[in-house]
């Protein structure tokens, strides 16, 4: 039953916790409900890629579809989860079941209808790789469409759903892992488990890598990585290079890589750099985090200043990963 509440706070609805408040706040529980509803709402799923930076001035509506199932066929397992699950009980659940493919991508905080959003990546594999169909209601037309893994444009961080933000809502995610598996373990700390390595073993070192480095966010706020890798030419990290030897890099393709952002930051002595309660966390540089009581205004002031010196020491313009919301829209820094 989707649920209706007036004027809520939205600190517990999103990991960074700042506190503010929503003018009403609707848990979509069945997606067929989407038709009856009103269309002057916000999408929020587990809230741990979103920051409400000040009183938000439209409905919030947090999307709890629930619902797994699972078809195997010649090529691997097809499945259709509802877009409220959480992202990283579905992988250990794909696991535990022996199908893996996910193992790359757990502990990612957020919820399935999330991820193809964001096209949420880590330790070299992408979710896009596993997605056959996204399915959502479509605001705008008023119908439920379904869109093929093409279609969602995937790139690196992105998709159609980021780039036309707020004109879809997911309700069901559709994957499939192939029957033939092969261990990903090229990627960082990754490597010292050798190529023979079992899908349950990448996820648990997956799992300590992630928390050695990440802060939980229900013990020190924050919304993951703030910022994205910068894509840049090859022409520019050639010149980079010259002044900064160690500056880590992956290619993306002939004439592309991505630079670690978070070695630039940290390389500048940024971390543990606050102002106010909004912080560089003091371990993992690309993490901006809520010390206790930070507002919005500090929060953004912080970004501000990380990206001005990342610009004139690099001059690389930092994008921020996370999505910003001022009190009616989503704002870029």
Known sequence: ??????????????????????????????ANDLAELNDDYYVLGEGSNTIFTEDFSYPVLRVAIE?????????????????????????????SAGMPGLENLALIPGSVGAAPVQNIGAYGVEVAEYVRSVEAWDRQARKFVVFTAEECQFAYRDS??????GRYVITYVNLLLPKQWQPRVSYGALAELGAEASAS????????????????????????????????SRGDLKRLLTTYPALPYFSVDAQH??????????????????????????????VLVNKGS???????SLAKA?????????????????????DKELINV
């Not at 691997?76 to 992202?87: I, K, M, T």
């Open 1 to 30: 039953m989707t649920t209706h509440h007036k004027h809520t706070s939205l600190k517990e609805l999103h990991t960074f916790r700042l506190p503010y408040s929503a003018q009403a706040l609707i848990e979509l529980t069945c």
């Open 201 to 232: 073993a990448i996820m648990e070192a997956v799992i300590r890598i992630r928390n050695s480095k990440l802060p939980n966010p229900k013990e020190l706020p924050n919304a993951g990585s703030f910022f994205k890798n910068p894509i840049v």
């Open 257 to 286: 890589v991505k630079l670690a952002a978070g070695w630039m930051i940290d390389y500048l002595g940024l971390k543990g750099f606050s102002v106010g309660d909004a912080a560089v966390h003091d371990k993992q540089a690309l």
């Open 67 to 95: 619902g797994y199932e699972q078809t195997s066929t010649e090529q691997g397992y097809e499945l259709r989860v509802g877009a409220g699950e959480n992202w990283h009980a579905l992988v250990v659940r794909t696991l």
């Open 160 to 165: 159609l759903f980021k780039k036309r933000p």
């Open 306 to 326: 990380v990206q001005a010196r990342v610009a004139k020491e690099f001059s690389v313009a930092l994008e921020v990963e996370v999505r910003l919301l001022n």
């Open 294 to 300: 930070a507002c919005g205004t500090e929060l953004l």
